[in-house]
């Protein structure tokens, strides 16, 4: 029998490093470690790394210099760095960080237990070669976890697109859409054992199969996962404007499965910086884009993310983000002061703005934001919604779930409730949620 170790697995960034990491903690199993939420009685500590903006780059660093008292006291602790940070630095994170046991890049999930049992009998290694398509399509992360209603599904890798800012496509790769059969096997094991919502992922899934001969498209894809008995609700995330399909556009107000809500990442309000990003549309084909969207799914919330202080962003052009906010009346948004990346096109750029500019834009871009998300909650007062609901709250005594549309609502309730879909009368509209009452 294998002696069962500890594994503290810390995860950072997007949906897409969550995923790998239910996948991380899967393969670990398989060698007897079994996750515990605190580092100093692990055997092993993995850092499961965002590089995507450069402070939490930074932050990976910081844990790490934290770990090497731990290693200190206890020289048996493995710690292992994978995920973004891994794949741009590799083995000089070997060479700058002495306590540091392995290195595992994005394409390399598959090779940890192998690194981890190598790293035990003292063996420092560093894996981050990108792997070619073919052979990274059995290498999906699959999600076995046990619990849960919703659930994330992958469907598609890495990134073609070259946003200018941008360091995915170096650190992820090629796009690769995984096989439509694999996904739609996924998550009719995921219905089986209770699952009742799943949300599609990828950097873009819009064009989820345009790049694999004989794949079904996105909107055929979507139509299939909705026939899958016990699929009470679909969601999928992040869409990219310029591959947004009118097909998919009509999907919202023919699927009663589809839920009432888009994140639709604009980035930028000006048509100068959404050239100069390389986006590929401009701020009109995007309010077009919202417009058909909400005239085919009256009360769609849309979400979206926002770049603050990109080089060249003048006043005006921020002002054109300001008025986008506006225009489209987002539920929420996702604001990021901009942050040069390694091998990025914007890095070179020669008109970067003042730390202290980028940040007071982004506390004006916040303040509108906040009016908008607020004012948008209360509009929900007096409606009933169908609540999904997902777990207790940590508000004592309530349970939570999400309207079709996305926002969290707190209901006091009976647990019991969990899993289940109720209607439920919103009665109160806050800043970060909705509170409910039970329809009787
Ligand atoms: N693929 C998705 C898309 O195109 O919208 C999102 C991927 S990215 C991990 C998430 C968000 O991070 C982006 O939408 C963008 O707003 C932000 N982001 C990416 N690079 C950035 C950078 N260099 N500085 C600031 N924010 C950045
Ligand atoms: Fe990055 Fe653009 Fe790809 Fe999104 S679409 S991951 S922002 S390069």
């Known amino acids: 029998m294998i002696k069962e170790k500890l594994l503290y697995l810390q995860t950072f960034g997007c949906q897409m490093n969550v995923s790998d990491s239910e ?6 199993k398989d060698i007897g470690y079994r996750p515990t939420n605190d580092s100093s009685l692990a055997d092993l500590i993995i850092l499961n790394t965002c590089s995507v903006r450069a402070r ?3 932050k990976v660093y910081n844990h790490l210099v934290q770990y090497k008292g731990l290693k200190r006291k206890r020289p048996k602790i493995l710690i292992g760095v994978g995920g973004c940070v891994a794949q741009q630095e590799g083995e000089r994170l070997l060479l700058n960080i002495p306590h540091l046991d392995f290195v595992f890049g994005t394409h390399n999930l598959h090779l940890l237990p192998e690194l981890v049992l190598s790293a035990e009998k003292g063996e420092r290694q560093s894996e981050t070669d990108f792997i070619d398509n073919d052979s990274r399509l059995d290498l999906f992360p699959v999600d076995n976890s ?12 890495g990134c073609d697109n070259f946003c200018s800012y941008c360091i995915v496509p170096y650190v992820r790769g090629r796009e690769i859409s995984r096989r439509s059969a694999d996904i739609l096997e996924e998550i009719s094991q995921l219905a089986a054992k209770g699952v009742k919502e799943v949300t599609l992922l990828g950097q873009n899934v819009n064009s989820y199969g345009l790049k694999s001969n004989g794949e079904l498209d996105f909107v055929t894809l979507l139509r299939q996962v909705s026939e899958i008995p ?6 999928f995330t992040t869409s990219h404007p310029k591959d947004f399909s009118r097909q998919l556009i009509d999907c919202f107000g023919e699927m009663p499965k589809l839920c009432k809500h888009v994140h639709l990442p604009a980035q930028a309000g000006s048509n100068a910086v959404l050239s100069a990003m390389n986006r590929g549309y401009s701020r009109e084909e995007y309010l077009s884009l919202i417009g058909q969207l909400k005239a085919v799914s009256p009360g769609i919330q849309i979400t979206g993310d926002i770049i603050v202080g990109f080089p060249g962003e003048t006043e005006t052009d921020f002002q054109e983000t300001l008025s986008l906010l506006e225009e489209v009346r987002y539920t929420d948004v996702f604001s990021f002061i901009y942050s040069k990346r390694p091998e990025t096109k914007a890095a070179g750029y020669s008109d970067h703005i003042s730390q202290k500019e980028k940040q007071m834009r982004l506390d004006r871009l916040l303040a509108m934001q906040r009016k908008i998300t607020l004012e948008n909650n209360r509009s929900f007062e007096g409606s009933v919604q169908e609540v999904l609901v997902e777990g207790e709250s940590r508000r004592g005594g309530q349970i939570y779930g999400r ?3 996305n926002r969290i609502v707190n209901i006091t309730a009976n647990p019991a409730l969990v899993g289940q879909m109720v209607k439920v009368t919103i009665t109160r509209g806050e800043q970060n949620s909705l509170q409910g009452e039970l329809c009787n």
């Open 56 to 58: 939490a780059e930074e």
């Open 403 to 405: 309207i079709s549309g």
């Open 230 to 235: 016990g699929i009470e609700r679909l969601r």
């Open 23 to 28: 996948k991380i903690a899967g393969l670990l």
């Open 146 to 157: 046990t619990n849960g209603v919703s659930r994330f599904v992958t469907v598609m890798q």
